[in-house]
């Protein structure tokens, strides 16, 4: 099944608002084994409307609309499926009954635009929304499908979940498409690339390998779809073998790469803390980034200047005098300063030239120094990175949260 998702609203064109809703989308019919293979956004007119809608009928199976189903003149979503397929627009009494349901009062005392939420095209049929007044609309049309629903994102997400999905899966009973990913570190997408050219050949008809690169890792997503997904398995575990010797982490869909770190961090039961130089907090905003941090994060310290690490991590002055703040001793005293305050477990500090400016011959933009810390004492590391200040701080704060869940692991 090929799939199109469309949003609907001036607010997404504007910019005004992020369109969580084609992510949450394409997820769900990604696990379900739909290819979605067309994202679009139009304005809140009918003429945007259909004019999209007669543009990519014949490109997809199914259809799946977001937004203008709300109850003042300017939503006219309804109106516009209404002419799109011919039909006109007419009271439904099951919107009735639910939306007289929803308020525990009749239909005509309820005032003119809430009324108006019961009227939908004719030949659709209603999707319940019990945490709105906008119901989904299900179409039929050639064969095709067409879902439209609200473009609040918990009325979306809830009617997708309880309607939509349990009626794709009796219409398109062929549905299969299935997905590996793995997240590699420390090695840069075209490099990664190059190691790969003859596994990429090897690849039969059906079976694709995507790179998704980010400033600190690539994620690798292997899709099969049709009869080469029974083959998924067979080719993830080649790709594995060419990967032997690179770090890598295996992800399921709904898991990240970093939601797995810190549930091996939950799973120590042991409490961290972090001094941050160059990363400038971003170690601390990934250590709290998924709910239930409390549990082993104590707090951090952003030692951007050398007199906060001298009065607040007693670094000592003459070390980074003699050695300079980007140093081995420096990240020493970071990790265990900050260890002593906070009566962590483990620690971790960073320091380093993030750059673009700052860098020497001797400590070029991109060195970075990582310590860490714990009750057997410190260790520290140099890593030299990149000439890019944005991918300096992404690598050194992922390398550090990764030295200390390593730590963290080992008692």
Same mark, same amino acid.
């Given at each position: 099944?090929? &799939?199109?998702?469309?949003?609907? =609203?001036?607010?997404?064109?504007?910019?005004?608002?992020?369109? &969580?809703?084609?992510?949450?989308?394409?997820?769900?019919?990604?696990?379900?084994?739909?290819?979605?293979?067309?994202?679009?956004?139009?304005?809140?007119?009918?003429? /945007?409307?259909? &004019?999209?809608?007669?543009?990519?009928? %014949?490109?997809?199976?199914?259809?799946?609309?977001?937004?203008?189903?709300?109850?003042?003149?300017?939503?006219?979503?309804?109106? /516009? #499926? @209404?002419?799109?397929?011919?039909?006109?627009? $007419?009271?439904?009494?099951?919107?009735?009954?639910?939306?007289?349901?929803?308020? @525990?009062?009749?239909?005509?005392?309820?005032?003119?635009?809430?009324?108006?939420?019961?009227?939908?095209?004719? %030949?659709?049929?209603?999707?319940? %929304?019990?945490?709105?007044?906008?119901?989904?609309?299900?179409?039929?049309?050639?064969?095709?499908?067409?879902?439209?629903?609200?473009?609040?994102?918990?009325?979306? $997400?809830?009617?997708?979940?309880?309607?939509?999905?349990?009626?794709?899966?009796?219409?398109?009973?062929?549905?299969?498409?299935?997905?590996?990913?793995?997240?590699?570190?420390?090695?840069?997408?075209?490099?990664?690339?190059?190691?790969?050219?003859?596994? $990429?050949?090897?690849?039969?008809?059906?079976?694709?390998?995507?790179?998704?690169?980010?400033?600190? #890792?690539?994620?690798?997503?292997?899709?099969?779809?049709?009869?080469?997904?029974?083959?998924?398995?067979?080719?993830? /575990?080649?790709?594995?073998?060419?990967?032997?010797?690179?770090?890598?982490? #295996?992800?399921?869909?709904?898991?990240?790469?970093?939601?797995?770190?810190?549930?091996?961090?939950?799973?120590?039961?042991?409490?961290?803390?972090?001094?941050?130089?160059?990363?400038?907090?971003?170690?601390?905003?990934?250590?709290?980034?998924?709910?239930?941090?409390?549990?082993?994060?104590? =707090?951090?310290?952003?030692?951007?200047?050398?007199?906060?690490?001298?009065?607040?991590?007693?670094?000592?002055?003459?070390?980074?005098?003699?050695?300079? /703040?980007?140093?081995?001793?420096?990240?020493?005293?970071?990790?265990?300063?900050?260890?002593?305050?906070? =009566?962590?477990?483990?620690?971790?500090?960073?320091?380093?030239?993030?750059?673009?400016?700052?860098? &020497?011959? $001797?400590?070029?933009?991109?060195?970075?120094?990582?310590?860490?810390?714990?009750?057997?004492?410190?260790?520290?590391?140099?890593?030299?990175?990149?000439?890019?200040?944005?991918? %300096?701080?992404?690598?050194?704060?992922?390398?550090?949260?990764?030295?200390?869940?390593?730590?963290?692991?080992?008692?």
């Amino acid at each position: 099944m090929k &799939s199109i998702v469309i949003t609907i =609203g001036d607010e997404i064109l504007l910019g005004q608002i992020a369109d &969580s809703n084609s992510c949450f989308m394409a997820q769900q019919l990604t696990r379900l084994g739909a290819e979605t293979v067309e994202m679009r956004s139009v304005a809140d007119t009918q003429e /945007a409307i259909i &004019s999209c809608l007669q543009d990519v009928w %014949n490109k997809a199976d199914a259809f799946f609309i977001t937004g203008g189903l709300g109850p003042t003149k300017d939503d006219v979503t309804k109106q /516009a #499926l @209404a002419d799109f397929f011919s039909t006109t627009l $007419e009271r439904n009494a099951t919107a009735t009954g639910w939306l007289q349901d929803l308020f @525990a009062q009749p239909l005509s005392s309820l005032n003119a635009y809430n009324q108006m939420q019961a009227v939908l095209p004719r %030949n659709c049929i209603p999707l319940y %929304n019990p945490k709105g007044t906008a119901c989904g609309m299900w179409f039929e049309k050639d064969g095709k499908v067409l879902v439209s629903m609200p473009g609040v994102p918990f009325e979306m $997400e809830t009617i997708f979940t309880r309607e939509v999905l349990p009626r794709l899966k009796k219409t398109f009973t062929d549905l299969n498409l299935t997905y590996r990913l793995l997240t590699v570190h420390d090695i840069t997408e075209s490099d990664l690339a190059l190691r790969l050219v003859a596994f $990429e050949q090897s690849l039969p008809s059906g079976l694709k390998l995507a790179y998704l690169p980010s400033v600190n #890792l690539v994620r690798l997503r292997l899709t099969a779809t049709g009869a080469a997904a029974e083959q998924a398995d067979v080719y993830f /575990a080649q790709l594995q073998q060419v990967l032997q010797g690179l770090h890598y982490v #295996l992800e399921s869909g709904e898991t990240k790469d970093l939601q797995t770190l810190l549930d091996e961090l939950r799973q120590t039961g042991k409490t961290v803390a972090c001094a941050e130089s160059c990363t400038g907090g971003m170690i601390a905003h990934l250590l709290t980034s998924e709910p239930g941090a409390s549990t082993y994060f104590l =707090g951090g310290v952003i030692a951007y200047a050398n007199i906060v690490k001298e009065q607040v991590l007693g670094v000592q002055s003459e070390d980074l005098q003699q050695y300079g /703040a980007v140093s081995e001793p420096v990240a020493l005293q970071m990790a265990q300063g900050v260890r002593r305050l906070t =009566g962590a477990d483990y620690t971790v500090a960073t320091t380093g030239v993030a750059g673009p400016d700052g860098g &020497s011959e $001797e400590k070029p933009v991109g060195t970075v120094w990582i310590a860490w810390a714990g009750p057997d004492g410190a260790t520290a590391q140099k890593f030299t990175f990149s000439r890019t200040r944005e991918r %300096n701080i992404g690598r050194a704060a992922d390398k550090a949260l990764r030295l200390l869940v390593e730590a963290a692991k080992k008692k």
